[in-house]
């Protein structure tokens, strides 16, 4: 019985993957874009910081709670490695476009402050003595193998922040003593996520979410040098509204995914359906994530296997394979055998890539965007 219900279940996955690959740009080309969430977001501070939090009695409720923590030197060393042990059919290696955030909480100014304090990214890195995986991050651009692009300018919804603050809320006051933001309760908003930057409880939030998008475009141009064309938030759904900012800083792609339900404030959401290829009404190009690769969750999944299969679908159709993936599948700082797990399954993803289609391409979202516009294939 057991594996007729996940036969059944497994059968409309597929037929979800081959529905969501119809509409949209197609192509006969093998390409393939890896979109990686959370470069850059503080959540958990260090091993010794999750052991604290554990004491004073915050769950650990998912993966990001345990073991997702700032890319350290290490992390990033072995993820380049990993990257560096193929080449596609042009000569280049697979690269994360790395989806960033340019801004963590300031955790001493916050100390004494309800109001949201935040730090700059370079900051962020000086502070942990991370100068050396900063260093690394800027080898990795110009190596080819990392590509920052804008994830939001900080990782959590300021407006359950706040009242939480405001009303010390016992797992903020905990996390935030331990320079992390993880395991937190949120019984104001409940509606809402606490790391979902873009979530709404009520339209009137979305001026500050203007200004968030204007002075987060603003900051990642100060901290990598050029401006961000690629786009996706914090926990998705992000109201249309705050396309037109993200259109005026620079923004040409936004990721988002084949069924979006779009926050619009009150807990109503509009449902609307997206493909690769679709137009805003800013002339600004949809991207969909049509494969997943997440290979520190649920180990029941064979993921180098399950994404492979969505691979195939995708091309079948003519599709890029774009695949969504976050960076907690390769964080070792807290556990490095999380690390392990998830870049071993890379390593043999990517072996198998370039085994089956020799004629596979990589690229970065940005230029399979380009490559979309020019509506050449
Ligand atoms: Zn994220």
Redesign the pocket.
């Known amino acids: 019985m057991k594996c007729k219900g996940r036969c059944i279940s497994e059968k409309l996955q597929l037929l979800r993957d081959h529905i969501k690959n119809i509409p949209g740009w197609r192509s006969n080309r093998k390409i393939v874009v890896f979109a990686v969430?959370?470069y850059g977001?503080v959540r958990v501070d260090s091993k010794a910081a999750r052991e604290r939090m554990n004491k004073a009695g915050l769950e650990i409720k998912s993966r990001f709670d345990a073991f997702d923590s700032l890319e350290n030197e290490e992390d990033l060393s072995v993820l380049f490695e990993t990257l560096s042990s193929v080449k596609d059919m042009d000569g280049r290696h697979p690269i994360f476009t790395a989806?960033t955030v340019v801004a963590n909480i300031d955790f001493e100014s916050q100390r004494n402050s309800q109001s949201y304090k935040y730090e700059l990214l370079p900051d962020t890195f000086t502070k942990l003595g991370y100068d050396k995986a900063w260093h690394l991050w800027q080898q990795g651009i110009q190596n080819g193998l990392l590509y920052p692009q804008f994830?939001?300018r900080e990782?959590l919804n300021i407006k359950v922040l706040e009242s939480n603050l405001s009303n010390s809320e016992y797992s903020t006051r905990i996390a935030l003593a331990n320079r992390s933001y993880t395991s937190i309760r949120n019984e104001f908003f409940p509606k809402l996520s606490y790391?979902a930057a873009f979530a709404l409880d009520d339209l009137s939030e979305i001026d500050r979410q203007h200004q968030i998008i204007e002075s987060g475009l603003d900051y990642f141009q100060q901290i990598f040098g050029f401006r961000s064309e690629t786009f996706?938030p914090?926990?998705g759904r992000e109201h249309s509204d705050l396309h037109s900012t993200l259109y005026k800083f620079g923004i040409k792609y936004i990721e988002t995914p084949f069924i979006k339900n779009e926050h619009q404030g009150n807990d109503r959401y509009r449902r609307m359906i997206n493909y690769t290829g679709k137009k805003n009404d800013q002339g600004q190009t949809f991207l969909v994530r049509n494969c997943l690769f997440e290979p520190g969750s649920d180990n029941s999944i064979d993921w180098v296997a399950y994404c492979l299969k969505q691979m195939e679908v995708a091309f079948r159709w003519g599709k890029p394979a774009i695949i969504s993936s976050?960076r907690v599948n390769f964080c070792g700082n807290i556990d490095p055998n999380n690390r392990k797990v998830g870049l071993l399954a890379l390593k043999a993803l990517l072996a198998e890539i370039v085994t089956r289609w020799p004629e596979v391409e990589f690229k970065t979202t940005n230029e399979l965007g380009n490559l979309v516009n020019s509506r050449r294939q």
Do not use: A
Request: no cysteine; glycine share 16%; charged share 15%.
């Open positions: 969430d959370d977001n989806l994830h939001g990782h790391t996706n914090p926990g976050h």
